[in-house]
């Protein structure tokens, strides 16, 4: 399987938990929400920083690394919900918390490693998330 995220494109995002802002980016970045399955490894985590850094779908065809732009990044075990049979998604294919948040950290690691400004939410939180997509642009990217 991949290591799998959802990107969106914005002018800004937040996420709260509890009534408090946990991470927050303003001007153009990235919303990155990231699922972890369950041989998912760091070498896909650093794959997919260097992706989600060099991924040109800001303003003129730009990157987070060519402007600078922030990036916020937010761990969504939901992303391997299973909905093929019944109503009840089944969630067998994400990875436990032991295994996935390392991993949802090494990204923020990795992207800071590369010069970004990396925002995040906290791990297993009920997180609320606020945001507004520009163009809108949204993709699936998997690594």
Not at 1 to 28: L, N, Y
Not at 66 to 90: C, E, H, M, W
Not at 106 to 116: D, I, K, T
């Amino acid at each position: 399987m991949v290591m799998r995220a959802v990107v969106q494109r914005v002018s800004q995002a937040s996420v709260s938990v509890e009534g408090r802002v946990v991470g927050a980016i303003d001007g153009p970045g990235l919303m990155v929400l990231v699922g972890v399955t369950h041989d998912d490894d760091p070498g896909k985590a650093r794959k997919l920083a260097s992706k989600l850094w060099g991924l040109r779908i800001l303003q003129d065809e730009k990157s987070c690394s060519d402007l600078n732009a922030p990036l916020l990044v937010i761990s969504q075990f939901t992303l391997y919900g299973d909905t093929r049979k019944g109503r009840r998604p089944g969630w067998t294919a994400a990875a436990p918390g032991p295994v996935a948040e390392p991993l949802v950290d090494a990204v923020v690691h990795e992207l800071r490693a590369l010069g970004a400004k990396a925002e995040t939410g906290e791990f297993g939180a009920d997180m609320k998330v606020s945001l507004v997509n520009d163009g809108p642009i949204t993709l699936i990217v998997e690594v």
